[in-house]
């Protein structure tokens, strides 16, 4: 449900006669979710990510049990090349790309049934 509430603006004259505008603003309020929040100690979480960290520096997989699974994805090193510029039309050179590494997250059967 949405409130208003007034904001005074500034002062007009009309006709010789001065008078306050006053603006509405309008505020909304956020629904409240009725699932609870766990929050997990700060400790843990680090312990988590860590280990998660070690494993895809050494299988290139991290597993979190009933989260999902990290996966290290290869991208290709992309050369410069010659393109168009589609605001004013005159061809420029893009700059090359190196190789590198991207992490991809698959969540698992039980997140998603959770969420959806």
């Known amino acids: ?17 001065k008078y306050k505008v006053i603006r509405h603003k309008r505020r909304v309020k956020t629904k409240r979710s009725s699932v609870k929040q766990f929050k997990l100690p700060r400790e843990m979480k680090d312990i988590m990510f860590q280990n998660a ?3 895809l520096k050494q299988k290139g997989r991290a597993r979190i049990n009933d989260v999902g699974i990290l996966r290290l994805k290869r991208t290709k090193a992309r ?11 005159e061809m420029m050179w893009t700059k090359a790309k190196p190789a590198g590494k991207k992490i991809k997250f698959r969540p698992s059967k039980k997140l998603k049934e959770a969420v959806l």
């Open 53 to 55: 960290q070690q494993e």
């Open 79 to 89: 050369p410069s090349r010659q393109m168009k510029n589609p605001f004013t039309g």
């Open 1 to 17: 449900m949405a409130r208003r509430t007034k904001v005074k603006r500034h002062t007009r004259t009309r006709k010789g006669k």
